[in-house]
């Protein structure tokens, strides 16, 4: 049986703690979290939480900064007496540098998933951008539960875009455009996308005539620099469709790339509030919500099911 749920904010998370305290039918606790003068983070736990299980919502999205302060909300909430602590972090940071690609690199995607692991019993997260890994446990020894964001892309396309085509930025994109397009209930393609440099992309566009009179809608995980985007987005246009429209799950929108996508002749920009930004039009709090429901029962389960075993 799963137990009550007490649900932290680190600051700036305040809308999705309350979110999730509704969704899940639990009760907000209280953490004071602050910086001092000179930068240091002050942190004191003021609920009990004895035998409840706790969330902490953090969203990573900038890691370095909120790093060491959730360390130390967590401690807090543990030394408040949850019997779990699930990290709900809508985006997962640390998850690109997934390999050594020259002499020398450190995996940082280990090392964070490490650090987290030691310290959580459990991370749910939104679409983490899952390349070279399988999946998150090639790297987190903890559970976590991942929500989608598919569902949600293909409503948004079904309400606010006519006769769309659903185009994936490069290769790695296919498995997903290929289901919001099925559940969009329109035609998918894939460009093919070679990168040079941070900031520096190259796209080539297949033969898409026979969908000259589709809207493009391009959708992809991540829009950092934005270069794959304003790339697709140019070649697009010269081939002759109409304003593309652009839909991402994470917009991270390093500097300018925001303006540049517009300037680049996009028509709309959506995407889902796993990263706050002025573009989100996609709220996934509850996929969040659900997943940690998820996450806590199958835990359970497993518990009971281990129990079971050893009582017999
Ligand atoms: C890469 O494989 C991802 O799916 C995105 O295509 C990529 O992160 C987008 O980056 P940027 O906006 O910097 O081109």
């Given at each position: 049986m799963t137990e009550p749920v007490t649900v932290f904010a680190v600051p700036g998370n305040e809308a999705l703690a309350q979110d999730l305290a509704n969704a899940l039918n639990g009760e907000q606790g209280d953490l004071v979290v602050r910086q001092f003068p000179d930068g240091e983070t002050y942190v004191r736990g003021d609920s009990r939480c004895q035998g409840n299980d706790a969330v902490i919502a953090a969203n990573l999205f900038q890691p370095n900064p909120t790093f060491l302060p959730l360390i130390y909300a967590i401690r807090a909430v543990r030394d408040m007496g949850a019997k779990r602590i699930v990290l709900a972090t809508p985006y997962l940071p640390y998850m690109r540098q997934d390999a050594r690609f020259q002499p020398g690199e450190v995996i940082t995607s280990r090392?964070?998933?490490?650090?987290?692991?030691?310290?959580?019993?459990?991370?749910?997260?939104?679409?983490?951008?899952?390349?070279?890994?399988?999946a998150l446990s090639d790297i987190y020894s903890i559970p976590t539960c991942l929500g989608h964001a598919a569902p949600a892309l293909a409503n948004w396309i079904n309400d606010h875009v006519e006769e769309p085509l659903i185009i994936g930025p490069d290769m790695e994109s296919e498995q997903w455009v290929a289901e919001v397009g099925g559940l969009a209930g329109a035609p998918y393609t894939t460009l093919t996308k070679t990168r040079y440099g941070d900031?520096?992309?190259?796209?080539?566009?297949?033969?898409?005539?026979?969908?000259?009179?589709?809207?493009?809608?391009?959708?992809?995980?991540?829009?950092?620099?934005?270069?794959?985007?304003?790339?697709?987005?140019?070649?697009?246009?010269?081939a002759g469709f109409s304003a593309p429209v652009c839909v991402g799950v994470h917009a991270i929108f390093a500097d300018g790339a925001y303006a540049d996508l517009k300037d680049a002749g996009a028509s709309t920009v959506a995407t889902c509030n796993t990263v706050e930004h002025e573009s989100n039009a996609i709220d996934i709090n509850r996929i969040v919500a659900d997943s940690i429901a998820v996450l806590l029962a199958s835990e359970d389960s497993a518990n009971e099911a281990q129990e079971n075993n050893h009582a017999h």
């Open positions: 090392i964070f998933a490490n650090l987290l692991s030691d310290e959580l019993d459990g991370l749910v997260t939104v679409d983490p951008h899952l390349h070279r890994y399988a900031r520096d992309v190259a796209i080539s566009v297949p033969a898409l005539d026979r969908w000259n009179d589709h809207t493009p809608v391009l959708v992809d995980d991540i829009i950092s620099t934005a270069r794959t985007m304003v790339e697709a987005v140019g070649h697009l246009l010269r």
